[in-house]
């Protein structure tokens, strides 16, 4: 009787065996990706100074040095969700200018960061806040900048071909998406008018202020300097 009872014990445990080895641990690209993403959740969140490495690890399951071991620091961790970020939009923005003519490539580029907006809210939340100190990209300026100089080889091509001085293309590039990207910023909030009636608009306004521009604009005030 005893030796039944034996058996069956020792037939539960080998049961129950398989059940613990399925548990199976994370490869290192594994955990370092799931750092990446709780770090990006939580940067969203809270901001830089506001996220501890703490918190990540413990969202993680794992320990502090299992951070430390992968991004070397809270600020490895951010300044890698920042590229990210980066390049996610940046490839968004130029992978949507196909069109040839330049009130269309104006509406591609208007969506392409609305859509960014709306599709990746916790990195666009990332991107417009302050960066640490240490960290030279990733501000809403150097945003702003990246995707101005995606633009402004179109800008300039389409100034030559109607006799503006090219040389300024960089200066209207800038002017163009800064206007999309703080517009898209405050849209982020208040997610009304629809997308595409936020786009017709900026456009509107980009391509109306375009069409009519003088090839020397004058100050109509009295200053002067």
Do not use: C
Not at 72 to 77: D, N, P, Y
Not at 93 to 119: C, N, W
Not at 175 to 195: D, E, F, H, I, Y
């Amino acid at each position: 009787m005893v030796e039944t009872v034996a058996t069956e014990d020792s037939s539960t445990q080998k049961a129950a065996r398989p059940a613990r080895r399925g548990r199976r641990r994370m490869t290192g690209t594994e955990r370092r990706e799931q750092l990446l993403e709780i770090g990006r959740t939580l940067f969203a969140e809270r901001g830089f100074e506001g996220t501890s490495v703490e918190e990540i690890a413990s969202k993680a399951g794992v320990s502090k040095p299992v951070v430390y071991e992968h991004f070397g620091g809270k600020e490895g961790l951010y300044a890698v969700v920042v590229d990210r970020e980066m390049s996610r939009l940046l490839n968004m923005v130029t992978s949507a200018l196909t069109a040839g003519h330049p009130r269309e490539l104006l509406e591609q580029a208007a969506f392409a960061l609305l859509d960014y907006i709306e599709k990746h809210t916790d990195g666009f939340h990332i991107l417009v806040r302050d960066s640490p100190v240490s960290q030279s990209t990733g501000t809403f300026a150097s945003l702003i900048g990246d995707i101005a100089t995606q633009v402004e080889d179109i800008l300039g091509h389409k100034f030559k071909a109607r006799g503006f001085d090219p040389k300024l293309a960089p200066m209207y590039a800038h002017a163009l998406v800064g206007m999309v990207a703080l517009t898209g910023q405050w849209w982020l909030n208040v997610r009304k008018p629809k997308k595409a009636e936020v786009a017709a608009h900026l456009v509107n306004l980009a391509w109306r202020g375009l069409e009519g521009m003088e090839h020397h604009p004058r100050l109509v005030g009295n200053r002067r300097s």
